[in-house]
């Protein structure tokens, strides 16, 4: 793997480290502390990812305008001064206006990531994308645990560490990046490729209709936190939660290769079946009321995204025309609505329903990411062409 792959693995971990601070206690923070509704909590977070979302598109373009390198400091400063005036004011509508301000930082940092990883090293076809997930899920398991034990000690410090973790990461890029030469940068090469045909972004739009199907599901379990603190159970064994979901997909890569080279070989086939993992995994979630189910429900959702998770990338990054990968990484996050209507979803139907009303919801979602993702490559079969399937 080559150095600068190592250099943007660790850029990209310490990016999760630092939004894995907020993440997973958002929703206590906003509900426990602060004493709004599930719903006010689910209108902060979907504010926080529609910034994300128009960082995404925003980062997406300026790595193919003016490069990798000015597209993180720049995303790396919003980030880092939203963070610090999150530190200092954390009343609600400060924290909905700071927790905004990090999302559109954040969002601009995370496709740049992708993007540089798959440019500059492009003979690596699925690696690069592979190395990013597992740099996310890295920082995921550590990011938690660390916000387990800071919470533990006074929840707000978690806001602290968030703009401490961003200072490190601004520094480390400004250090690290200076000087790099991706691949695509220039304006003059942002133009389509005429053989980018329109069938290549039907089939990407049906298949991340799909996607969006289940990261609406995924951004539901930001009620989570707060239906296990009703049973009793303590915030540290849902920190534990995220921290063992990023270590099994960072110890189940090697497994993962074999599995999609011998018996699940195509994407499609990946994604299918990951979306029947989730369900699955839900449909335990419907039980759940101790610890062990909890975690056994984790355990069903994390071999799901092992499957789901890194192939989008990968059908995106085959179907980019040249001199616009930017622009595919930004579609493919920029398009995932279900970021931003997750959470407040899942928070009204809770605050006029129950928990179970919102699995049973969830899991219906389902089925439209599994109808997607079947028939997301039938306007390529259409036009004869050869599918992008292999991994």
């Given at each position: 793997m080559p150095k600068i792959i190592w250099l943007l693995i660790i850029g990209m971990s310490t990016n999760v480290i630092a939004s894995s601070f907020l993440w997973p206690l958002n929703t206590i923070y906003i509900h426990e502390q602060l004493?709004?509704?599930?719903?006010?909590?689910?209108?902060?977070?979907?504010?926080y990812a529609g910034a994300g979302v128009i960082g995404n598109i925003v980062g997406g373009r300026l790595f193919d305008v003016i490069g990798g390198y000015k597209t993180l400091v720049i995303g790396m400063t919003f980030a880092l001064g939203f963070a610090i005036l999150l530190a200092f004011n954390h009343e609600y509508y400060q924290y909905m206006a700071f927790l905004t301000g990090i999302g559109l930082g954040h969002g601009m940092i995370v496709p740049v990531f992708y993007s540089l990883a798959g440019s500059l090293w492009p003979e690596g076809g699925r690696r690069p994308f592979n190395a990013m997930y597992v740099a996310q899920n890295v920082g995921v398991s550590a990011g938690t645990a660390l916000a387990g034990i800071v919470a533990a000690f006074h929840i707000e410090m978690i806001f602290v560490a968030n703009s401490i973790t961003y200072l490190l990461l601004f520094l480390f890029a400004v250090i690290a990046y200076r000087g790099i030469q991706e691949r695509s940068t220039s304006s003059a090469q942002v133009q389509k490729s005429k053989n980018f045909k329109q069938q290549n972004m039907s089939a990407l739009r049906f298949c991340l209709s799909g996607f969006s199907a289940g990261s609406l599901t995924f951004n539901g379990l930001s009620n989570i936190s707060v239906h296990m603190?009703?049973?009793?159970i303590d915030l540290y064994y849902y920190s534990l939660l995220w921290t063992l979901?990023?270590?099994?997909i960072v110890i189940m890569q090697p497994v993962m290769a074999i599995v999609v080279r011998k018996w699940v070989t195509t994407l499609k086939a990946q994604l299918i079946t990951g979306a029947i993992i989730f369900a699955g995994a839900f449909l335990v979630l419907t039980q759940a009321e101790v610890f062990t189910v909890f975690l056994l429900a984790m355990i069903i959702l994390t071999f799901g995204e092992l499957f789901v998770w890194p192939a989008v990338p990968t059908i995106a990054n085959k179907m980019a025309p040249k001199g616009s990968e930017g622009f595919i990484k930004e579609l493919t996050v920029s398009l995932l609505g279900g970021e931003m209507i997750g959470p407040l979803l899942g928070g009204m139907i809770v605050d006029h329903y129950d928990m179970q009303t919102m699995f049973f919801v969830i899991l219906s979602l389902f089925i439209i990411a599994i109808i997607s993702f079947a028939m997301y490559d039938r306007p390529l079969r259409k036009s004869n062409k050869k599918l992008p399937l292999q991994s």
């Open positions: 004493g709004e509704p599930l719903s006010a909590a689910g209108v902060v977070l979907m504010m603190q009703s049973l009793n979901n990023g270590l099994l």
